[in-house]
């Protein structure tokens, strides 16, 4: 039986990651899961504009998405529960910069992605950034040839509804495969 | 070792979904993973500018969210691999609308939003249209009180390397809970 749920967001989960920006001329890092997929080369975050990262994505017009894996959670979690206004994220991790030179990246994750500030849409409350990947770097450990290899990265999964970080399961399927059959028909 | 490799979009996994429009008067659903969470109440759609949908949404200005289990796997992948312009997929499923009145939604589907478009992102290829959600419809089975179980729901997962569907796997943490020792040290 459906129920109406009122206004729900229910496109969970999401990939949980660091963000990085250059904020007042350090590095600085907010947890997000609330990020999207525009095409094959772009992605948005959404960030409630209170945060002390906005400013720096502003300034640089660039900003990083570092990838963690699972056993990263608790640091993970660490940077959305502390801010830069009152921590020094910078010391966290070993930082290190790419072509953009002003989005810093985290060394210890597995995947970096540089991105440059290609458009903000201007919620009532949030910015959302969306950006061109410049760059993407992998640890050579979690890559199948080109392929990440997704059961080896086991990234941090997010769900709102129970604040609740989860894994990757099963993969049981392959897209533009499963749907042959029906389409014989 | 890191390893450059180009613009590689790796912020994967992304939960599939069936976007559902009305195109030339007929539901029409085709199968999308490239989401996003703009807020709590608004998402985006990347959507390719060829797709036969992408004409409906703009007309209608509304679409909706239709939100598979795993088991629907089948279903959901025929909807990405054959489009609207020569097969009629209104016939699929049992439709049906909510206040929008020009959103089709899948009566099967255990979670629907029925969204209202507020803006479009012209990208050189893709259509990224953003919209706030109007209402949203969950089975009761899925339910935990108010909150979506994310493992009775077991919702598709989609990866682009291996063009992989995944299942969600275990809840290992928290969120703002986990980094809490952190902040304590």
């Given at each position: ?8 967001n229910?496109?969970y989960?999401?990939?949980t990651?660091?963000?990085?920006a ?7 890092y907010?947890?997000?899961a609330?990020v999207?997929i525009?095409?094959l080369?772009s992605?948005?975050l ?6 002390y ?7 640089n017009?660039t900003?990083?998405?570092n990838?963690?894996t699972?056993d ?6 660490y940077c ?5 206004k009152?921590v ?7 930082n290190?910069?790419g072509?953009l030179?002003t989005?810093?990246m985290i060394?210890?994750?597995p995947?970096?992605?540089e991105?440059?500030l290609?458009q903000?849409?201007d ?5 959302i950034?969306?950006?061109e990947?410049?760059?993407?770097y992998?640890?050579?450990?979690y ?21 609740g ?7 049981f ?5 499963a749907?042959?059959?029906l389409?014989?028909?």
């Amino acid at each position: 039986m459906k129920r109406k749920m009122g206004v729900k967001n229910c496109l969970y989960p999401m990939p949980t990651v660091l963000v990085g920006a250059l904020v007042n001329g350090k590095p600085n890092y907010i947890t997000i899961a609330h990020v999207g997929i525009m095409d094959l080369a772009s992605v948005s975050l959404g960030v409630a504009k209170f945060h002390y990262t906005n400013a720096g994505i502003r300034e640089n017009g660039t900003f990083s998405i570092n990838i963690p894996t699972t056993d990263m959670f608790r640091i993970t979690d660490y940077c959305g529960i502390v801010s830069g206004k009152k921590v020094d994220k910078s010391v966290l991790f070993e930082n290190f910069y790419g072509e953009l030179r002003t989005a810093p990246m985290i060394k210890s994750f597995p995947i970096n992605m540089e991105c440059r500030l290609i458009q903000t849409v201007d919620f009532p409350k949030h910015d959302i950034f969306i950006g061109e990947i410049v760059e993407t770097y992998c640890d050579t450990a979690y890559l199948d040839g080109d392929n990440v290899d997704i059961a080896k990265l086991s990234p941090i999964l997010f769900t709102m509804d129970d604040r609740g970080y989860w894994s990757v399961g099963e993969r049981f399927a392959t897209a533009w495969e499963a749907g042959k059959e029906l389409k014989a028909k």
